[in-house]
Nanobody
Framework: QVHLVESGGGLVQAGGSLRLSCAVS????????MGWFRQAPGKEREFVAA?????????YADSMMEGRVTISRDNAKNTVYLQMNSLKPEDTAGYYC?????????????????WGQGTQVTVSS
């Protein structure tokens, strides 16, 4: 089993920044890709970014956040981060990290077997 715990969400004004963290524990041998997704009220969950656990290969949903996010990982701390800058009210959502068994940095939910409980990001105008 793999356990994921997100943190770092909160209320921020438009234009501000947040860094989300996802602490990973358990059977790390099953983790080869980490992803961040988000879900706004009334909308489907959507891909934000992904990173391979070992090689640092990344994939971004560029059209969504227009280069305002950076995903990174600290293997020594078993933690993945999502740095978000120039936040907009439309970025308001629950943000979820996910872990997958294949190093494919996929944007598709079905590639991820484990999910965290999410952390809420609210951006005020």
């Amino acid at each position: 089993q793999v356990h994921l715990v997100e943190s770092g969400g909160g209320l921020v004004q438009a234009g501000g920044s947040l860094r989300l963290s996802c602490a990973v524990s358990g059977r790390l041998a099953r983790v080869h890709t980490m992803g961040w997704f988000r879900q706004a009220p009334g909308k489907e969950r959507e891909f934000v970014a992904a990173i391979s656990w070992s090689g640092g290969v990344t994939n971004y949903a560029d059209s969504m956040m227009e280069g305002r996010v950076t995903i990174s990982r600290d293997n020594a701390k078993n933690t993945v981060y999502l740095q978000m800058n120039s936040l907009k009210p439309e970025d308001t959502a629950g943000y979820y990290c996910a872990a997958g068994p294949r190093a494919v940095v996929s944007p598709f939910e079905q590639e991820y077997d484990y999910w965290g409980q999410g952390t809420q990001v609210t951006v005020s105008s």
